[in-house]
């Protein structure tokens, strides 16, 4: 059975909100520490919530400072060189849409353009039609 899609928009229900809260952030932390046990690198998380006066960090404080100690001592440019923020994930995601929007565009004007010529050379009488759309048959209806 599959998950549906879930709408990314804040939970409005408090009893509801709290629960997702607390399964997603046990799921986050599962996956923090497959990461580090697989993939043998350094990870940490920090999450600050309305109700807590203190965060909750992984895997330890001291351990998650040594890593953040770390992350800062490396020059700005490389810090920042797989960073993304949802500001500016959302452009490229546009962009990306946009291109794949404009390519199927191409391609279906290719395609009228072929049938459009089809249709022409065979004076209106059905065609077998053999190409990159595939195999079937067109008519001048």
């Not at 809260?21 to 799921?27: H, L």
């Not at 797989?82 to 995601?93: E, F, G, I, S, T």
Request: charged content about 30%.
């Amino acid at each position: 059975m599959g998950r549906r899609k879930v709408r990314l928009e804040l939970i409005t229900n408090d009893s509801v909100r709290k629960t997702t809260f607390r399964k997603r952030k046990g799921g986050l932390l599962k996956k923090a520490s497959e990461l580090k046990t697989l993939c043998g690198v350094d990870t940490c998380a920090i999450i600050y919530t309305a109700n807590d006066a203190e965060p909750h960090v992984w895997p330890s404080p001291s351990e998650a400072h040594q890593v953040l100690e770390r992350f800062q001592s490396l020059p700005s440019k490389k810090q920042g060189k797989h960073m993304l923020n949802h500001q500016d994930y959302r452009p490229k995601d546009v962009s990306m849409l946009e291109l794949k929007l404009e390519n199927g565009m191409k391609r279906n004007r290719d395609l009228e353009m072929e049938l459009l010529l089809i249709e022409h050379l065979s004076d209106g009488q059905p065609q077998r039609v053999y190409g990159r759309g595939g195999r079937g048959w067109c008519s001048s209806g």
